[in-house]
């Protein structure tokens, strides 16, 4: 896996995330989210913890994220950019 490969896998599990919890919709499971974008449940805990250790506070899309999991369900949203679909 590259590391532009990792970058779109988790812009688009923030965005699709994001979607979701702009509609009320409940936390998804970690197995569902890495099956739909045909990689791991360990991947997908991977991508969370570059995501969490990430800490340049210039990045204002960074800023913006709130990110929960409880047990296998996990749910991240934005204030941000990442409210409109992905292009």
Known sequence: MTAAEQVNRI???VAELTRKA???EP???VADIARRHGTSV???H???RTLT???DASVDWLLSL???QEGDRLEISSGGPFRRPVR
Do not use: H, T
Request: aromatic share 0%; net charge negative; proline share 5%.
């Open 27 to 29: 936390p998804v499971a």
């Open 66 to 68: 709130r990110i929960a």
């Open 42 to 44: 360990e991947q997908i």
């Open 46 to 48: 991977a991508d969370v």
């Open 11 to 13: 812009v688009s599990v």
């Open 22 to 24: 702009g509609a009320g």
């Open 53 to 55: 250790g990430l800490d």
